[in-house]
């Protein structure tokens, strides 16, 4: 009996390619899974089942972990606030663990003792795709097909296209050169073409896939009313609703008035910096207004340390290190900071902007008392002189000690 491999498989051309290449070059049974965090086109593709077994696979996993992605691995970085290098939202970076966890866990039901993946030696999945498979299945053998360059010699779409005519597979896959695009729930990412200078403008009429442009928006003011308990999204404009079909309802808002588009050259993992343009309308959305609410009810010294912490996290997930103990403890201290994110949020989206309209909460930190300009019944302003003596004090020091120095002539 031959030794299963698990392929993470897409349908398209790349994984196709490596279902007869696999069986040719190590005798493995294939096992084709295909992951749904949310991708939509790809997986409404009714041959994809027939397109794997065409083409020398055994089987086909198509999972849907569409509501696991948001709630565990979503919402944390929501919830942390993390961001990578001020623009990147993580989309892709997010999803990679969840698909490693699941090919790790088809691997184990079906006893298979290696694990493919199509990733590029350029890119940052590969990084991701194996560290998490390394986490939690170190056994397993993970091969890497763009990194063996002694039996993949396939470098173009071109050569994909010869190699599987030559092994009798006649798919209906285009020679035309387009934009590498990687979509799921949260958000979708294009690189490729005009991209790949950064002195060019984005062609944004043929590259959008989730909305337009805010010059194309529509004039008029759209509202939105969000609730939240305990940092996570109940309702949307009154309807109460799954985390999954909030962000999926706020895509095609936050699309339609030009939200979330951003343009970023970024720092690779593996020491290159790539540019590309993401699309990422709901969940532009949804960090800003949980952080429009964190503002009312998280005190100072939280917020700063939620903030250092939320980069980190950023840096983390970036680097394909979900596994690991650093993440689980970070976590778990942006999950105490949540008890008292509950309350709703109002915003404004016109052209591109997300504008505040209101925020309320029981947990709320805001005192009319205490904000006024006018005097309070918690507040005596003579109680900051001795504050600000106090406060200022090793500046005092500092001067009276530098000023003797001077006059000393030191």
């Given at each position: ?259 979330g588009i951003v343009d970023i050259v970024e720092n690779r993992v593996v020491g290159m910096k790539s540019r590309g343009v993401y699309e990422t ?130």
């Amino acid at each position: 009996m031959n030794e299963k491999v698990i392929l993470a498989y897409s349908g398209g051309l790349d994984t196709t390619a490596l279902i007869p290449w696999l069986k040719e070059n190590f005798g493995y049974e294939i096992i084709c899974c295909c992951i749904n965090c949310g991708q939509e086109e790809e997986l409404t593709d009714d041959n994809l089942e027939e397109r794997a077994m065409k083409s020398g696979a055994s089987k086909l996993y198509i999972e849907n972990v569409i509501d696991e992605f948001a709630e565990d691995f979503i919402m944390p970085c929501v919830e942390a606030g993390a961001v990578y290098e001020h623009s990147y939202l993580l989309g892709t970076s997010m999803a990679r663990p969840l698909i490693a966890k699941r090919l790790v866990e088809i691997a184990r039901k079906e006893g298979a003792t290696a694990i493919c993946h199509g990733a590029t030696g350029k890119g940052n999945d590969q990084i991701r795709f194996e560290l998490g498979i390394k986490a939690l299945a170190p056994d397993i053998r993970i091969i890497a097909p763009w990194r063996m360059p002694e039996v993949w010699k396939m470098q173009s779409r071109e050569d994909e296209i010869e190699y599987c005519k030559a092994h009798g597979i006649d798919l209906p896959f285009s020679m035309g050169k387009g934009y590498s695009r990687d979509r799921n729930l949260w958000h979708i990412s294009h690189e490729g073409l005009e991209l790949e200078d950064p002195m060019q403008a984005p062609n944004y009429d043929k590259l959008l896939v989730l909305g337009v442009t805010p010059q194309k928006a529509p004039d008029e003011v759209t509202d939105l009313t969000l609730t939240f308990e305990k940092g996570v999204p109940k309702t949307l404009n009154g309807k109460e609703m799954k985390v999954a079909e909030i962000i999926a309802e706020l895509n095609k808002i936050g699309g339609a008035n030009g939200i979330g588009i951003v343009d970023i050259v970024e720092n690779r993992v593996v020491g290159m910096k790539s540019r590309g343009v993401y699309e990422t309308p709901g969940g532009t959305i949804l960090m800003a207004a949980h952080d429009q609410l964190e503002e009312l009810v998280l005190d100072r010294e939280t917020m700063e340390t939620k903030k250092k912490l939320g980069s980190q996290f950023a840096q983390i997930v970036y680097e394909g290190k979900w596994f690991t103990p650093l993440r689980e403890a970070i976590q778990a201290f942006v999950e105490s900071t949540q008890n008292v994110v509950t309350g709703e949020v109002r915003l404004q989206l016109y052209k591109g902007n997300i504008i505040k309209a209101g925020t309320c909460s029981p947990y709320s930190l805001y005192n009319d008392s205490l904000a006024s300009f006018t005097t309070g019944d918690l507040y005596d302003h003579t109680d900051a002189t001795g504050f600000i003596n106090l406060f200022g004090l090793p500046l005092k020091v500092r001067a009276m000690t530098m000023k003797g120095l001077e006059e000393n002539g030191k």
